[in-house]
């Protein structure tokens, strides 16, 4: 017997090829923050191979989908991860999908003219 639901349609997400950011900016403390921590970094490096939920990022990272929600949050306000879709458990329960807004992320230490050609996004 078929689901009605689909459990994991495709994920359409295009990723940024780059992020620059500069530790002027008032985003940078928080991106800086958030990457101070190794789980979140290996989270983040997780989903830049393939994007995933909270239950498999656990299960990827060996912690609690409580540790993982809490530095999913902290990414999503960084905006060094985005929302990009939902899939569904074998019993219908809705489940985020989670992806990096960039697959390069550039820290510099002062904006010149030279820089401001580059799209920031954070």
């Given at each position: 017997m078929?689901?009605?639901?689909?459990?994991?349609?495709?994920?359409?997400?295009?990723?940024?090829?780059?992020?620059?950011?500069?530790?002027?900016?008032?985003?940078?403390t928080?991106?800086?923050?958030?990457?101070?921590?190794?789980?979140?970094?290996?989270?983040?490096?997780?989903?830049a191979?393939?994007?995933?939920?909270?239950?498999e990022?656990?299960?990827?990272?060996?912690?609690?989908?409580?540790?993982?929600?809490y530095?999913?949050?902290?990414?999503?306000?960084?905006?060094?991860?985005d929302?990009?879709?939902?899939?569904?458990?074998?019993?219908?329960?809705?489940?985020?999908?989670?992806?990096?807004?960039?697959?390069?992320?550039?820290l510099r230490?002062?904006?010149?003219?030279?820089?401001?050609s580059?799209?920031?996004?954070?």
């Open positions: 078929s689901t009605p639901l689909p459990l994991r349609p495709s994920i359409e997400h295009n990723p940024q090829s780059e992020s620059a950011f500069f530790l002027e900016d008032d985003g940078a928080a991106i800086l923050e958030t990457l101070a921590c190794e789980k979140a970094r290996k989270i983040l490096t997780s989903l191979t393939k994007p995933a939920t909270t239950s990022l656990a299960d990827r990272v060996d912690t609690s989908l409580q540790n993982v929600q530095h999913l949050t902290n990414l999503l306000e960084a905006e060094l991860i929302e990009v879709g939902t899939w569904y458990s074998a019993k219908g329960t809705e489940m985020t999908v989670y992806a990096p807004t960039s697959m390069r992320l550039e230490l002062k904006s010149t003219d030279g820089y401001k580059i799209e920031q996004t954070l």
